[in-house]
């Protein structure tokens, strides 16, 4: 049985991968801030500002999945949050490479997050491949510095995977919950000009993306794990509201009362970026969930109920 090593193992993608990992056969576990060798999925130590990791969480493992990273969207963007969502990127991936280097393992591959927040805030109707340029905001400087500790991974010789996430779909967190709401109160309307590109993807699709990327031998580098049609803030909630049979107001949410509640985070909501999955189509990934509608029906059927 191969095993899995997972960071960022409690969150909402982790969560999910588990599930899917051991549904297949894997055997499953986490590194995090505790230990619990007794626990049914075993938890291993890792103290990111100490620069320590338990050995044993490395000695067994098969592969790395790396999510860990603070929420970009949890809290709001004080200088010290905005400090703690760039580290806690760099320095964890930083750490593993450590790891990696100076520790006896038989890892194959590491599969890392990133996020299309490399490209910007906005990039209006630019359809955006893994070859696209940087952007200058911050998230982007955050995702380029997270992506330079990960080379450092493949530099080191072992086959590396970046994971450039989108809009994650799920009704059990992340950005649909926020969504759906006032969309169910009949309050729901498109969010500044609606124009803005959402590449959205839904968490069952980008589970399966890593362990696609883990299992497939030829896969390296960066790919874009987006759905293939990415839609407009006005479609995505238009959609929504037609599954959920409810009226999406006339007048759009205005971008000042975005920025007046949000700050500087407001700009995720208000910018967007269209961006291709073709390469990960090219090589072999088929997409369950290609088509928003479809998507977004399997999400919120139970809602419907």
Same mark, same amino acid.
């Given at each position: 049985?191969?095993?899995?090593?997972?960071?960022?193992?409690?969150?909402?993608?982790?969560?999910?991968?588990?599930?899917?990992?051991?549904?297949?056969?894997?055997?499953?576990?986490?590194?995090?801030?505790?230990?619990?060798?007794?626990?049914?999925?075993?938890?291993?130590?890792?103290?990111?500002?100490?620069?320590?990791?338990?050995?044993?969480?490395?000695?067994?493992?098969?592969?790395?999945?790396?999510?860990?990273?603070?929420?970009?969207?949890?809290?709001?963007?004080?200088?010290?949050?905005?400090?703690?969502?760039?580290?806690?990127?760099?320095?964890?991936?930083?750490?593993?490479?450590?790891?990696?280097?100076?520790?006896?393992?038989?890892?194959?591959?590491?599969?890392?997050?990133?996020?299309?927040?490399?490209? +910007?805030?906005?990039?209006?109707?630019?359809? =955006?491949?893994? !070859?696209? @340029? *940087?952007?200058?905001?911050? /998230?982007?400087?955050?995702?380029?510095?997270?992506?330079?500790?990960?080379?450092?991974?493949?530099?080191?010789?072992?086959?590396?995977?970046?994971?450039?996430?989108?809009?994650?779909?799920?009704?059990?967190?992340?950005?649909?919950?926020?969504?759906?709401?006032?969309?169910?109160?009949?309050?729901?309307?498109?969010?500044?000009?609606?124009?803005?590109?959402?590449?959205?993807?839904?968490?069952?699709?980008?589970?399966?993306?890593?362990?696609?990327?883990?299992?497939?031998?030829?896969?390296?580098?960066?790919?874009?794990?987006?759905?293939?049609?990415?839609?407009?803030?006005?479609?995505?909630?238009?959609?929504? +509201?037609?599954?959920?049979?409810?009226?999406? =107001?006339?007048? !759009?949410? @205005? *971008?000042?009362?975005?920025? /007046?509640?949000?700050?500087?985070?407001?700009?995720?909501?208000?910018?967007?970026?269209?961006?291709?999955?073709?390469?990960?189509?090219?090589?072999?990934?088929?997409?369950?969930?290609?088509?928003?509608?479809?998507?977004?029906?399997?999400?919120?059927?139970?809602?419907?109920?």
């Amino acid at each position: 049985m191969q095993r899995v090593l997972i960071t960022g193992g409690t969150g909402l993608v982790g969560s999910h991968l588990t599930k899917l990992l051991l549904e297949k056969g894997y055997d499953v576990c986490w590194l995090g801030r505790t230990s619990d060798t007794a626990a049914k999925i075993i938890k291993y130590k890792w103290d990111i500002g100490k620069g320590y990791i338990d050995p044993e969480a490395l000695a067994q493992t098969d592969y790395i999945i790396h999510l860990a990273g603070a929420g970009v969207a949890d809290k709001p963007w004080t200088t010290t949050r905005k400090q703690e969502i760039l580290e806690s990127r760099t320095h964890s991936t930083a750490l593993l490479t450590k790891a990696l280097r100076e520790m006896s393992h038989r890892v194959k591959a590491v599969i890392a997050a990133s996020a299309i927040g490399l490209y +910007g805030l906005d990039t209006a109707d630019r359809l =955006l491949t893994e !070859n696209a @340029p *940087a952007g200058q905001d911050f /998230l982007a400087r955050v995702v380029q510095a997270w992506e330079a500790e990960t080379d450092l991974i493949a530099q080191s010789g072992l086959r590396t995977v970046k994971l450039r996430i989108g809009i994650v779909l799920s009704n059990k967190g992340g950005a649909l919950p926020k969504l759906v709401q006032p969309i169910r109160l009949c309050v729901g309307a498109p969010i500044g000009s609606g124009k803005q590109w959402m590449s959205w993807i839904h968490i069952d699709d980008l589970c399966r993306m890593f362990i696609w990327a883990m299992e497939n031998p030829q896969a390296t580098g960066a790919y874009n794990a987006v759905a293939p049609n990415p839609a407009t803030n006005e479609a995505v909630t238009k959609t929504v +509201g037609k599954i959920l049979h409810r009226p999406i =107001l006339p007048l !759009n949410v @205005p *971008a000042f009362t975005i920025k /007046l509640i949000f700050g500087e985070m407001g700009n995720i909501i208000l910018g967007g970026n269209k961006v291709s999955s073709r390469r990960m189509e090219q090589e072999g990934f088929v997409f369950r969930y290609p088509q928003l509608e479809e998507a977004l029906h399997d999400l919120l059927a139970v809602q419907t109920v």
